[in-house]
């Protein structure tokens, strides 16, 4: 009886310890990413386009999105919560955190996502990250940040993944819109012939070369002149961990004004068109709790 109490202890100090060295290693990873994005060098970039060649609707957003002599914003942090597809009609809740750069252009996402809609708080969680840094994308999944469901190794080339994540990083800078006036030299508008409600946002700056023709389609609202959607072929992982190109959209809805004068939407949903040619969303998104940041920064991501 002694042996196996002692057998039993043992193995549940491995355990622990296992996964105390588990955890460490996921949080040093992420935490070097989110260091890289915030202390990056800070680069400035020609400006690619005349504010007179914009397309009219792209004037009058930016114009009113963002304040006049405004300071420009190098790096976004904010949280997020909402409900994530887990599988056919049936959304869970997550919460988020999210690092967006901008010079050089990059991001960082961590979201929990219970596992169950009714699971209680303390259930375990799976918990992904997302992210653009150094040019590089990459994806990972693991319950309770422990357990891999799934791992793009950010170490390794991977285009596809790459474009992916870095199409997201074109439609989450609405969330600091100066990155999109023609002064900050990263994107260019384009009309939309025979649409004067939509332009083409083009990412320019040649990071690399499989996303050198980035671009998505914006449509704005007749009335408000908000950027309401975005739109465009991104690469969708499909269960085998193959990738095909399929339309993405964003949807944004209820514009705020932050403590910089900036005008951003609070609320967000992500997803792509089904082979039904429908719309749906994998993210129900709302932003809250923006700090914008105009210098480095020791921000951590728990």
């Given amino acids: 009886m002694k042996l196996l109490s002692a057998s039993v202890i043992v193995t549940t100090v491995a355990l622990v310890c296992w996964t105390d060295s ?3 290693q996921w949080e040093g990873e992420q935490q070097v990413m989110v260091t890289t994005l915030l202390t990056g060098e800070s680069q400035d970039y020609t400006p690619l386009q005349e504010w007179d060649d914009l ?3 792209a004037k009058q957003y930016l114009s009113h999105v963002v304040p006049p002599h405004h300071t420009p914003s190098e790096s976004l942090v904010l949280q997020q919560d909402g409900s994530f597809l887990m599988k056919q009609d ?22 929990r996502i219970a596992l169950t809609p009714s699971a209680p708080q303390w259930f375990p969680k799976l918990v992904v990250t997302d992210s653009w840094v150094e ?17 793009l190794d950010p170490l390794e080339e991977n285009n596809e993944m790459t474009l992916g994540q870095a199409t997201r990083w074109l439609a989450d800078a609405v969330l600091l819109p100066s990155t999109l006036l023609p ?15 939509k332009a083409l946002l083009e990412f320019q700056l040649p990071i690399a070369d499989n996303i050198r023709n980035l671009q998505l ?3 704005f609202d007749d009335e408000t002149g908000y950027l309401v959607e975005l739109s465009g072929l991104k690469p ?4 085998n961990s193959q990738f095909e190109m399929k339309t993405w959209q964003v949807l944004f809805e209820d514009y705020q004004e932050q403590d910089n004068g900036m005008l951003v939407p609070t609320k967000m949903e992500s997803g792509w068109v089904n082979d039904e040619g429908n719309f749906e969303a994998y993210y129900k998104i709302d932003n ?6 105009y210098s480095d920064s020791n921000t951590e991501i728990s």
Avoid: M
Avoid at 135 to 151: D, E, S
Avoid at 183 to 197: C, F, L, N
């Fill in 22 to 24: 588990k955890l460490d």
């Fill in 55 to 57: 397309p009219l609707v």
């Fill in 217 to 219: 389609e914006a449509t």
């Fill in 183 to 197: 002064d900050a030299g990263i994107v260019t508008w384009k009309p939309v012939q025979g649409s004067p409600e």
């Fill in 288 to 293: 809250r709790s923006l700090q914008y940041h």
């Fill in 236 to 239: 969708f992982l499909r269960p």
């Fill in 135 to 151: 040019g590089k994308g990459h994806f990972q999944a693991a319950v309770q940040a422990i357990v891999p469901i799934l791992w």
């Fill in 90 to 111: 049936q959304y869970v809740p997550f919460t988020a955190q999210q690092v967006f750069a901008t010079s050089p252009p990059g991001f960082f996402w961590q979201g």
